[in-house]
T-cell receptor
Framework: DTAVSQTPKYLVTQMGNDKSIKCEQN?????MYWYKQDSKKFLKIMFS???????INETVPNRFSPKSPDKAHLNLHINSLELGDSAVYFC???????????FGSGTRLTVV | SQKIEQNSEALNIQEGKTATLTCNYT??????LQWYRQDPGRGPVFLLL?????KEKRKERLKVTFDTTLKQSLFHITASQPADSATYLC???????????FGTGTSLTVIP
């Protein structure tokens, strides 16, 4: 069983489109995150949700909107996609910070 | 400004030697520091966590040290093997929240 699963794995889309990435975890963790990894492999936190409530929004454009229907799911919706949004997006979850995050396998978004 | 820097982008080492990776931070007061491994096309995988009041942690061939005076963590892989080749990321969190902030990563290649 995959602990943190993201779909789709690859997403190619045109500028201006709206797209969503889905994430689900079956670990029973309370906190979920979205990270963006750029072409230089730098991982930057975007959002943190704890029990369906937004905890952190790290200066992310409001074109990005996370949605957490329950504590096992955290989806990312992106409006009006721009070229600079091309990156790999990782979902992660954690029980508490005495333990590490569990990451999904990533979604490679390419905006053309 | 806050920064988490890892010593070099790439490190090559001969099989059997000890690999030492460095993580330096500025303008953070970390409560926890973690190390992750990331393989191409995959999400980061948690390796070790060390708390601010701990000097050293070990797990099999891995050892992490944490010096809050120097604002530095060292990550050692002893008896390195080609299978240890990957990108290694450090990440820290402060007492203020559960989210972890990642360093720039070091790509390690172990040469047979």
């Amino acid at each position: 069983d995959t602990a943190v699963s993201q779909t789709p794995k690859y997403l190619v889309t045109q500028m201006g489109n709206d797209k969503s990435i889905k994430c689900e975890q079956n670990l029973g963790h309370d906190t979920m995150y979205w990270y963006k990894q750029d072409s230089k492999k730098f991982l930057k936190i975007m959002f943190s949700y704890n029990n369906k409530e937004l905890i952190i929004n790290e200066t992310v454009p409001n074109r990005f909107s996370p949605k957490s229907p329950d504590k096992a799911h955290l989806n990312l919706h992106i409006n009006s996609l721009e070229l600079g949004d091309s990156a790999v997006y990782f979902c992660a979850s954690s029980g508490d910070r005495n333990y590490g995050y569990t990451f999904g396998s990533g979604t490679r978004l390419t905006v053309v | 400004s806050q920064k988490i820097e890892q010593n070099s982008e790439a490190l090559n080492i001969q099989e059997g030697k000890t690999a030492t990776l460095t993580c330096n931070y500025t303008n953070y007061s970390p409560a926890y520091l973690q190390w992750y491994r990331q393989d191409p096309g995959r999400g980061p995988v948690f390796l070790l966590l060390i708390r601010e009041n701990e000097k050293e942690k070990r797990k099999e061939r891995l050892k992490v040290t944490f010096d809050t005076t120097l604002k530095q963590s060292l990550f050692h892989i002893t008896a390195s093997q080609p299978a240890d080749s990957a990108t290694y990321l450090c990440a820290l969190s402060t007492w203020a929240g559960n989210q972890f902030y990642f360093g720039t990563g070091t790509s390690l290649t172990v040469i047979p």
